[in-house]
């Protein structure tokens, strides 16, 4: 089945500093990449909607120069935090849709830290 | 819009009774929906999902959910719970066709008794 890898699964770093976040579909050509934000105990928050090739789109009230995307192939995306804050703290999930069933398929997320 | 509603923060079952997780979807056009399973510090996983076609769907792990448009609903049910199915479930409609950005409900957290 379709598979997406999501790196690091774990990662701490000072405030101020950057991190990158990558999903990689590896069977598949992911189309369309979604990237989620999780709070503990709660939903999933749309933060953006990525077309490979395009800029992406983000939802209401997501800092988009804070919360860099880039989807350039139809296998790769990443986010990027910039100068990052306690409170960026939070768990990052990817999802992946495109060819050829269209569905969706979740990366295994991200805990990040900011200290 | 599509919105989803998931009735029931928290579900606590005993091993082997019925699992029965609520969802209600408010959409204008045929929705594409979906149910989901999260393990603690983990991605989601399909369990199944209703894309139009019968409406009695049955997905991994025993679990089956039933699509009723007079109800605007997608329950999700499983006959007898396991100590494993203790977990996160969310309910999710997909915005306008397949592809689009997907709306999850808040999450219900399965909680199984021994």
Redo the contacts between chains.
């Keep these: 089945g379709a598979v ?1 890898s ?1 790196h690091p699964s774990r990662v701490i770093c000072k405030s101020g500093t950057s991190v990158k976040i990558e999903c990689r579909s590896l069977d598949f050509q992911a ?2 990449m ?1 990237w989620y934000r999780q709070f503990p ?4 928050m ?1 933060m953006a ?1 990525s077309n490979e090739g395009s800029k992406a789109t983000y939802e209401q009230g997501v800092e988009k120069d804070k919360f860099l995307i880039n989807h350039a192939s139809l296998t790769l995306s990443t986010l990027t935090v910039t100068s990052a804050h306690p409170e960026d703290s939070s ?1 990052y ?1 990817c ?1 992946a ?2 060819q050829p069933n ?3 398929t ?4 991200t ?1 990040l830290t900011v200290v | 819009a599509q919105s989803v509603t998931q009735l029931g923060s928290h579900v606590s079952v005993s091993e082997g009774a019925l699992v029965l997780l609520r969802c209600n979807y408010s959409s204008s056009v045929p929705p594409y929906l979906f149910w989901y399973v999260q393990y603690p510090n983990q991605g989601l996983q399909l369990l199944l999902k209703y894309t139009s076609a019968a409406t009695l769907v049955k997905g991994i792990n025993g679990f089956e959910a039933e699509f009723k448009k007079s109800e605007t609903s997608f329950h999700l049910t499983k006959p007898s719970a396991h100590m494993s199915d203790a977990a996160e479930y969310f309910c999710a409609v997909s915005e306008g066709n397949q592809g689009g950005k997907l709306i999850f409900g808040q999450g219900t957290e399965l909680s199984v008794k021994p």
């Design positions: 997406v999501q189309t369309t979604f105990k709660q939903s999933l749309l909607t768990f999930i999802s849709s495109g269209y569905g969706y979740f990366g295994s997320g805990r």
